[in-house]
């Protein structure tokens, strides 16, 4: 599998942004540098890099068009801009170049798709990858949910917490286990972080769906297949 990593350079000045973004791409198989926003303005230095994601704000023009310049002389470097949402209506994205964009509050689930779109073309998703539930798909490539056909905006870690049940079904966890298995070994917050998400899973996810993510008492969380 390590040979399926890439890294992935983000360019912003806001560590807020760059934050999220960093949160948003932790699953991907990919190692995430972030760097002044100056660098998405010289592409051509970023040789190591498979994806850039640059925050572009309210103009993304001198961006587009380095990331042009790079492709006219180099190898294309695909492009994620993250844009506010007024610079949506004239946003153009660059000719030759692999480029997607994402407004700026977009969800993880939405970041972490579009990246692992532009990283890995062709590997959207196998089969095994969609999980169909009744009204609910799952797609454990894209990191995207949908219930009859409308997409469910999980923050990252909703998603994640929400996955690892339904693909592990049947079986209680505990919530330090559900700390270790999604958030990480790194991860020092409270147990009290697995009740908040799965109390806003379950808001998401409507009373049918709901009812089969059991709180086991004393213990931990289930998913009923």
Request: charged fraction near 25%.
């Amino acid at each position: 599998m390590m040979a399926h990593v890439k890294t992935i350079a983000i360019a912003s000045d806001d560590q807020h942004l760059a934050a999220r973004l960093c949160e948003a791409l932790e699953r991907l198989d990919a190692s995430v540098t972030v760097l002044p926003r100056e660098a998405a303005l010289r592409p051509e230095r970023l040789s190591d890099a498979a994806l850039l994601i640059a925050d572009a704000g309210h103009d993304s023009r001198e961006i587009v068009a380095a990331s042009e310049r790079r492709a006219a002389s180099d190898e294309p470097l695909p492009l994620l801009l993250v844009v506010e949402h007024d610079a949506v209506p004239g946003l153009r994205l660059p000719v030759g170049v692999p480029a997607d964009f994402v407004v700026r509050d977009a969800a993880a689930s939405e970041v972490a798709a579009r990246a692992r779109l532009l990283l890995w073309p062709g590997e959207e998703a196998a089969g095994s990858e969609i999980v169909r539930i009744g009204d609910l798909t799952l797609n454990l490539a894209t990191y995207q949910a949908h219930i009859a056909g409308q997409p469910v905006e999980f923050t990252y870690l909703e998603y994640a917490l929400f996955a690892f049940l339904v693909t592990h079904p049947n079986r209680v966890y505990s919530r330090d286990a559900l700390l270790k298995r999604v958030w990480g070994h790194d991860y020092f917050g409270g147990a009290r972080t697995v009740d908040v998400h799965v109390r806003r899973v379950r808001s998401k996810l409507g009373p049918e769906l709901a009812a089969r993510l059991e709180t086991v008492r004393n213990v931990g969380y289930l998913w009923r297949s």
